[in-house]
């Protein structure tokens, strides 16, 4: 039984792209609003990007600009294509959802963002490996 399940990751040069997807269940995927996570080693989890059941979108910090979240309602998939990778963006990729869309102002890089807190997101998938590395 499929709740999240990510593929896509592996490894490439610096200034290199990857596409990763989430297939999520039917019920999160129409009902819940969904999210991309890292988290590298000795370091948080942090937001990625998230999109909300009405499509709206936040891309937060170093992703913002380089990185794009998207949904394809024919596959059930989360999406998160990710240009210019550089060797900061090396992590474990986790996709989650969350039931509520209740957004909260968070602060990164002295960029303050509305998503969805981590706390509020229940189901996680088990995580797919980027590497950006020369």
């Known amino acids: 039984q499929v709740q999240l399940e990510e593929s896509g990751g592996g490894s490439v040069q610096p200034g290199g792209s990857l596409r990763l997807s989430c297939l999520a269940s039917?019920?999160?995927?129409?009902?819940?609003?969904m999210g991309w996570f890292r988290q590298a080693p000795g370091k948080e989890l942090e937001s990625v990007a998230q999109?909300?059941?009405?499509?709206?979108?936040a891309v937060v910090g170093s992703a913002n600009g380089r990185f794009t979240i998207s949904k394809d309602n024919f596959k059930n998939t989360l999406d998160l294509q990710m240009d210019g990778l550089n060797p900061e963006d090396s992590a474990m990729y986790y996709c989650?959802?969350?039931?509520?869309?209740?957004?909260?102002?968070?602060?990164?890089?002295?960029?303050?963002?509305?998503?969805?807190?981590?706390?509020?997101?229940?189901?996680w998938g088990q995580g797919t490996q980027v590497t950006a590395a020369s």
């Open positions: 989650a959802a969350a039931r509520g869309c209740g957004r909260k102002t968070q602060c990164s890089g002295g960029t303050c963002y509305e998503i969805v807190p981590e706390s509020d997101f229940t189901y």
């Open positions: 039917d019920y999160i995927y129409r009902s819940y609003c």
């Open positions: 999109i909300d059941g009405d499509g709206r979108t």
